[in-house]
């Protein structure tokens, strides 16, 4: 049967089949050949999306941004600071105003049932771009990178996500996998992987049965090896900086480095960032952290600048797959 999104929500990888995803990442590569080649559609002309962002943001932010412009939408910003929401609006008369003006809403931010709640009244698609347990337009991005730098289809994949095991790129991984069939193991402390919900992974494993997929936690350094792809985070996501103590203790020998990549024995593997990355002492935190005694770098800049990071493409591939999640949602 034809795959059609229109008026659809995209909250979570788990609201769609393995169809559907397929449907959404064929299209991203579809429009990023287009716009390498110049070719303009103006798919989305007429339309108007709005930004709703209470955590800080680059990529996401520009991504939609720019996947908007490209296609000859308006675009509206606002952050905690801008906007009644929450404060002096309820979110449910806020989505109701705003699904209103807009074609669609993408929404950051700390609960994933504010996302939800926001879908629930707006009566135009709602888009995830980030909360505390979720990431679902970053899966998509990494996946599209996948397809272009590893030769095996994705089913074929082993993807090891090492470091914070139960952050929301974490439990975004185990959805993604299990739904395309893909092989996942969260590498990382004992003591974070007693931490994983245990929901989100019994909700993969549930879909895993069906897909073929494999989703597990481990502590251990076998883990490592036949990955296709080593995936880390930062240490303490957004909201989480009080952590950074601890996080660094459980966490340093967790640490991206040259040998953790030749564990893998794979001359191929290659290495993934959601971004931003604590890869040197070039920023204002991991300096202020590394004077208080914490080395915050998640991965080495050895292993971050090497051939086997595709962490550039990975981040442009966010502008082409949130344009084929919003082209197939509202166009
Ligand atoms: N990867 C990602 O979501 O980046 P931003 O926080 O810059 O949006
Ligand atoms: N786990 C990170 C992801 C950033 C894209 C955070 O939530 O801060």
């Not at 910003?77 to 806020?94: I, V």
């Not at 809403?105 to 049932?113: F, V």
């Not at 909360?131 to 082993?158: C, F, G, R, S, Y």
Request: aromatic share 8%.
């Amino acid at each position: 049967m034809a795959v059609n999104l229109k008026g659809r929500n995209f909250l979570t990888l788990m609201d769609f089949t393995p169809e559907e995803i397929r449907y959404m990442l064929d299209l991203a590569h579809d429009l990023k050949a287009k716009k390498r080649a110049g070719i303009v559609n103006h798919l989305l002309k007429g339309k108007n999306i709005v930004l709703l962002f209470e955590k800080t943001s680059t990529r996401t932010r520009c991504a939609f941004e720019v996947a908007a412009m490209d296609e000859g939408a308006g675009v509206t910003f606002l952050d905690s600071g801008s906007s009644q929401m929450g404060k002096k609006e309820s979110l449910e008369d806020t989505a109701k105003v705003l699904g209103r003006f807009y074609d669609g809403i993408e929404y950051r931010g700390y609960k994933q049932s504010v996302v939800e709640e926001l879908a629930e009244h707006a009566g135009v698609p709602v888009w995830n771009g980030l909360t505390d347990v979720d990431h679902p337009t970053q899966i998509l991005a990494d996946m599209l990178t996948i397809e272009e730098h590893v030769a095996k289809p994705l089913n074929k994949v082993k993807v090891v996500f090492v470091g914070d095991v139960r952050n929301n790129m974490a439990y975004a991984w185990m959805y993604g996998c299990a739904k395309m069939g893909m092989h996942f193991v969260a590498y990382g402390p004992k003591e974070l992987c007693d931490e994983v919900d245990s929901s989100v992974l019994e909700r993969a494993r549930e879909v895993a049965k069906e897909t073929g997929a494999t989703i597990e936690v481990s502590h251990e350094k076998s883990a490592l090896k036949g990955a296709d792809v080593i995936y880390t985070d930062i240490w303490a996501s957004m909201g989480e900086e009080a952590q950074i103590p601890e996080r660094v203790k459980l966490l340093t020998p967790y640490r991206v480095d040259m040998d953790l990549i030749k564990a893998t024995e794979n001359d191929d593997v290659i290495f993934l960032h959601c971004l931003p990355s604590f890869h040197d002492f070039e920023t204002t935190m991991a300096k202020g952290q590394k004077d208080e005694g914490y080395d915050i770098r998640e991965v080495t800049d050895e292993v971050f600048r090497s051939r086997f990071s595709k962490v550039f493409d990975e981040a442009e591939n966010r502008m082409h797959t949130i344009k084929a999640v919003i082209v197939a949602t509202i166009a």
